[in-house]
């Protein structure tokens, strides 16, 4: 079945530093990926998402890449603060259906 | 970004008895929801999905007997665990898709079974 996998599954950075997290996709069909950012006993909350026909998004200190041909999508957040400690979550999802495969997670910790 | 709200936040009951969340959609309307559960440490896993007016579709290995999902309107969804166990102690979550297909959640309910 499809699946999607997230690396690495901890990070953690000094506060200022860039982090990066990826996934990889299996369904070539994927064409919708957003990712979440989920805090401790909290609900997730979409920081940011793409859709397959671009390859890059930006929005303030966070991006997301995508490659289609190589199916995997990253999440880029530059100049991290301690605010940005969380479990980060990336999703895939295709047209017609509202279904959302989750990734593993990822714990960041910002080091101050 | 839309609002999805769900109550309660936290629920302690006895073993045995019957426990309701409620999902909803604040400013739009939701033909799907989806109900998750989450364990410590992991990722959400998707127990079931809620349409309205008709039967919940559950996922593999779910008991629909235990988990009882009520679709009434297009802005209520609700998620009954009956006759709850310590087992069933979890962290549930819900969602509601746009029609552009992206998930908005809900904060979460903390079940505590003793």
């Known amino acids: 079945g499809e699946n999607v996998e997230q690396h690495p599954s901890t990070l953690s950075v000094q506060e200022g530093d860039s982090a990066v997290i990826k996934c990889t996709y299996s369904?070539?069909?994927?064409?919708?990926f957003p990712w979440y950012k989920q805090e401790l006993g909290k609900g997730p909350q979409l920081i940011i998402d793409?859709?397959?026909?671009?390859g890059e998004k930006k929005d303030q200190r966070i991006a997301v890449t995508l490659n289609k041909t190589a199916k995997h999508f990253s999440l880029h957040i530059t100049e991290t603060q301690p605010e940005d400690s969380a479990v980060y979550f990336c999703?895939?999802?295709?047209?017609?259906?509202?279904?959302?495969?989750f990734g593993t997670g990822t714990r960041l910790k910002v080091l101050a | 970004g839309a609002v999805v709200s769900q109550h309660p936040s936290r629920v302690i009951c006895k073993s045995g008895t019957s426990v309701k969340i409620e999902c909803r959609s604040l400013?739009?309307?939701?033909?799907?929801m989806f109900w998750y559960r989450q364990f410590p440490k992991q990722s959400l896993m998707l127990m079931a999905t809620?349409?309205?007016?008709?039967?919940?579709?559950?996922e593999q290995g779910v008991e629909k007997d235990k988990f009882l999902i009520n679709h009434a309107s297009l802005t209520l969804s609700t998620l009954t665990v009956t006759s709850a166990h310590p087992e069933d102690s979890s962290f549930y979550i819900c969602?509601?898709?746009?029609?552009?297909?992206?998930?908005?959640f809900g904060a979460g309910t903390r079940l505590s079974v003793l």
């Open positions: 809620s349409n309205e007016g008709s039967k919940a579709t559950y």
């Open positions: 999703a895939t999802s295709t047209s017609g259906t509202y279904k959302y495969i």
């Open positions: 369904d070539s069909a994927s064409n919708y």
């Open positions: 793409i859709r397959s026909n671009v």
């Open positions: 400013d739009f309307q939701a033909t799907t």
């Open positions: 969602s509601a898709p746009l029609r552009s297909g992206i998930q908005y």
